[in-house]
């Protein structure tokens, strides 16, 4: 994670079938938290990711970049993908989505 004075929300995806590569950068007010991630499934093969932040410590500088890289893992074919930072309850930025071609 760097401190930083513009950080900002971005985000790459790579689905195949039943697995997903993630990788990007989440914009954060202070540069010591974690990230927390929580994902939802349809029986459409519809997949939403969530990621937030969880603080970590006192004495902390801000803003902050906080990169991440992850795999996503399904028992079924992923028809969507949305991916999601949560900044608060009602600030989410979807900053990937991605839809199978039909």
């Known amino acids: 994670m760097?401190?930083?004075?513009d950080p900002e929300d971005k985000a790459t995806v790579t689905v195949n079938d039943d697995h997903a590569t993630v990788?990007?950068?989440f914009r954060a007010d202070?540069?010591?938290v974690?990230?927390?991630?929580a994902a939802f499934a349809s029986n459409e093969g519809d997949v939403i990711v969530e990621l937030t932040t969880?603080?970590?410590g006192d004495d902390?500088?801000?803003?902050a970049t906080v990169a991440y890289a992850g795999e996503i893992t399904a028992n079924f074919t992923i028809n969507d993908l949305v991916l999601n930072h949560v900044h608060e309850e009602n600030d989410r930025k979807t900053v990937f989505s991605y839809e199978r071609g039909g």
């Open 34 to 37: 974690t990230l927390e991630t």
């Open 30 to 32: 202070i540069d010591c």
């Open 2 to 5: 760097t401190a930083n004075d």
């Open 54 to 56: 969880e603080t970590t």
């Open 23 to 25: 990788e990007g950068a």
């Open 60 to 63: 902390c500088d801000g803003p």
